[in-house]
């Protein structure tokens, strides 16, 4: 069974970058035709999926936040990685990383963190 979770901090300044890590245990992020996504959602609104990184190590971006957002692998820590810079108010959201057979399709989610943008 594929586990997600995850990490980071909480509450991110104004202008910085937000960096989250998703750490995979049950299966490993480089086999198997998997896309393993960031998805976020903001307070209020509908869930807005941010990028994913192919098993490949492809990688594939919102038009939205293509310019601010990306997406690594550390494949020895079975892990990968969001940077999203120059964070601003409109950022704060539930961030969850998620796997699936296909960009925005998933069968498996992490329990999400929430990230504030604030000074």
């Known amino acids: 069974q594929v586990q997600l979770q995850e990490s980071g901090p909480g509450l991110v300044k104004p202008s910085q970058t937000l960096s989250l890590a998703c750490s995979v245990s049950?299966?490993?992020?480089?086999?198997?035709?998997?896309?393993w996504s960031w998805i976020r959602q903001p307070p209020g609104k509908g869930p807005e999926w941010i990028g994913a990184?192919?098993?490949?190590?492809?990688?594939y971006y919102s038009p939205s936040l293509k310019s601010r957002t990306s997406i690594s692998r550390d494949t020895s820590k079975n892990q990968f990685t969001l940077h999203l810079s120059s964070v601003t108010p409109e950022d704060t959201a539930l961030y969850y990383c998620?796997?699936?057979?296909?960009?925005?399709?998933?069968?498996?989610w992490g329990p999400g963190t929430q990230v504030t943008v604030s000074s």
């Open positions: 998620a796997r699936g057979f296909a960009i925005q399709i998933y069968t498996n």
């Open positions: 049950g299966g490993s992020i480089a086999a198997n035709n998997y896309y």
């Open positions: 990184i192919f098993y490949s190590g492809d990688t």
